[in-house]
């Protein structure tokens, strides 16, 4: 039986791969507990009695069957936040369509250690999730950030990186949602550093120590709009 005072999550479990790390991520939370399903019946069941605040669906393929699902569950309960987790993603999906729903995410496999015990914290803290448009690379590097409206200097490492954006763990210091900065990653393989501007997405404390920070690239005059609109 659920405990209906704790942040409950609802796994589709199309692909067993994955499964042990979700759960074992997700359970380390005590804010939080998952019901597992193997059916899509026993998924709008859930919905609509409102005995689940999130969906996790584990893929092996997102397919255009996967997305009806999704596009009639929001309609029931639209506020259901909605995580996709898949080995492989069909190029025939219309994204925009997913793209107008609140509360969604895609995660590609193989899962990066520690994706979910992130992702659990914010939806269980009330915190919004971004849907991810680009893919994500993992790496580790080296990164610099100085706050473009003071000197303020930061350090910490890059874990993933896409074309729109990136995730880093700062070593200490805080910084906010909607500061804007300038990056530089350290790419180890080609001696020499990628520059970027960004703004502070969202971020969470980590597991351990310091700061992770969920940041979108932005070019020179997202700069300058968003500077103006401080002033």
């Known amino acids: 039986m659920s405990d209906k005072s704790k942040y409950t999550f609802l796994l589709f479990r199309q692909e067993s791969e994955g499964c042990d790390q979700i759960v074992a991520e997700i359970g380390a ?22 005995s689940a605040n999130s969906l996790i669906f584990n893929l092996k393929i997102f397919d255009s069957n996967t997305l009806k699902v999704i596009q009639k569950i929001k309609s029931i ?11 492989q993603k069909i190029q025939n999906i219309d994204m925009q ?3 107008k729903y609140n509360e969604i995410v895609i995660i590609d496999k193989p899962v990066k250690h520690g994706d979910f015990a992130l992702l659990t914290e914010r939806l269980a803290e009330g915190k919004p999730i971004y849907f991810r448009e680009h893919k994500r690379f993992n ?6 950030l100085e706050k473009l409206t003071s ?10 990186i896409s074309k729109g954006g990136a995730y880093i763990e700062l070593t200490k210091g805080n910084v ?3 500061e804007l900065f300038r ?14 501007n960004a703004e502070v997405i969202w971020t969470a404390p980590k597991v351990r120590q310091g700061l992770a920070v969920g940041l979108k690239f932005i070019n020179e005059e997202q700069v300058y709009r968003t ?5």
Request: aromatic letters at 6%.
């Open 151 to 160: 000197n303020e200097q930061y350090e910490g490492s890059v874990y993933t």
């Open 29 to 50: 939370n005590p804010l939080c507990q998952i019901i597992q399903v193997d059916t899509i019946r026993e998924i709008f069941d859930h919905a609509a009695d409102g």
């Open 227 to 231: 500077l103006l609109e401080k002033v």
């Open 176 to 178: 906010k949602p909607g």
């Open 97 to 99: 369509k997913l793209k």
């Open 139 to 144: 790496t580790i590097q080296i990164a610099h």
């Open 77 to 87: 309960t639209p506020t259901l936040s909605t995580t996709i987790v898949t080995a």
């Open 183 to 196: 990056v530089s990653i350290k790419l180890d393989q080609l001696s020499k550093a990628h520059n970027f």
